[in-house]
């Protein structure tokens, strides 16, 4: 494994606490380059438990979400009649009510945060079973059938024991079952540089090759291959077990065939992720410099990486604005610089507002016509607006 990007000592990502309270700490951040398989991993592994029994991040209810929702769901019915359908992290039970609103029954989920648990239950009427998955879970006692679909969105890259998150996907599914695992895709993540969706949550940075190679031993095989444009750009595999019978999509040989991933496609993302945070720092500096001010919109967990890496302190980012209440009224971790509500950007009127919250640049510039300032956008490349 090569060290190939090197973040220093961090805290936790949704770490959000309020002034006082304690926090979990700090944890070195760094990156390591498998050239055999293609796989990049964190080099530590936080335990779960601290990261995920209480959990800050909602399910998004943007309106790019809720339409990626309704393509993830066509692109699923395309390949499947079945609607039984089990999320494996299923969050707040946003996704599994969409889906449910869309023809799937019966739909429940798995979470291992009890907040998140309760608020599926009570929000959206979705059972969720708050517990981490695994082989150990004994799933016929607690759901009963085995699903026709078993969905893992944005947890596959969470997870330290891989070859046990597949044995419970073989012991919850039946031969015809189809399993979508919907992750960041490390070529695109390179592509467009977003050094910030390194974060301690985030254990490895997926390939297909690395997903080839830990399929090899199991049940199951990639059998298609879809990506969308979202969140910087993701891919869904759809595996499928071995005994289905179904022949596999072309798209997993054209995916993998143009996959190119290497060390140096992963340090030049270093080298950007330097380049930019000097580039943030001169212009937040500037501007606050000269009197102005200078606020973040969205306090996601790469807003936490962005802005612990440019180490601003609330003296030049005055707040992040940030629709989840549970973020609300608490400081980004790391750093002493509140969190708000959405409305601060417009009743503020800050000369600047840097715009953490990138992948939703579209819908966010468009909603927010009334903001009179400008916008740092940080990705691809730090830019103006
Ligand atoms: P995500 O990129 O991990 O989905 O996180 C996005 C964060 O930005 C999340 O905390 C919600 C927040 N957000 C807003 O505050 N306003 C918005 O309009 C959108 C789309 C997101």
Known sequence: ???????????????????????????????????????????????????????????STSQTIQNHFDTLAQDIMAETEGRELFEIGCNDGRGLRHFKDLGFAPVYGMDPAQNLCEVA???????????????????????????????ARHVFCHVDNWAGFVRGLENVSRSDTLVCIEVPYAVDQLQTGSFDQCYHEHLSYLTLRAMVALLKDSQFH????????????????????????????????????????????????????RTSVTELQRLVFGATGCGKRVCAYGASAKATVLLNLCRFTKKQIAFVTDTTTTKLYRNVPGTDIPVVDEGALIREQPDYALLTAWNYEKEIITKEKWFNGKWIVPMPTVHVI
């Not at 050239?35 to 959990?55: F, G, H, M």
């Not at 298609?224 to 798209?251: C, E, F, T, W």
């Not at 993998?256 to 060390?263: D, F, N, P």
């Open 1 to 59: 494994m090569i060290p190939v990007m090197d973040f220093g000592l961090q805290p936790l990502a949704n770490d959000f606490c309020k002034e006082g309270e304690e926090r979990a700490g700090y944890a070195p951040l760094k990156v390591l380059f498998c050239p055999r398989c293609t796989l990049a991993q964190l080099s530590i592994v936080v335990r779960p438990e601290i990261l995920y029994s209480r959990y800050a991040y909602f399910t």
């Open 121 to 151: 239950k009570t929000r959206y009427g979705i059972d969720a079973i708050c517990c981490f998955f695994s082989e150990k879970v004994q799933f016929p006692t607690l759901i009963g059938l085995k699903p026709d679909v078993v969905l």
């Open 222 to 273: 990639l059998h298609r291959i879809i990506r969308y444009n979202i969140h910087g750009g993701v891919i869904l595999m759809m595996l499928r077990h071995n005994l289905s019978g179904i022949a596999p999509d072309a798209s997993v040989q054209e995916f993998i065939a143009k996959e190119q991933v290497t060390e140096t496609h992963w340090k030049d993302m270093d080298w950007k992720m």
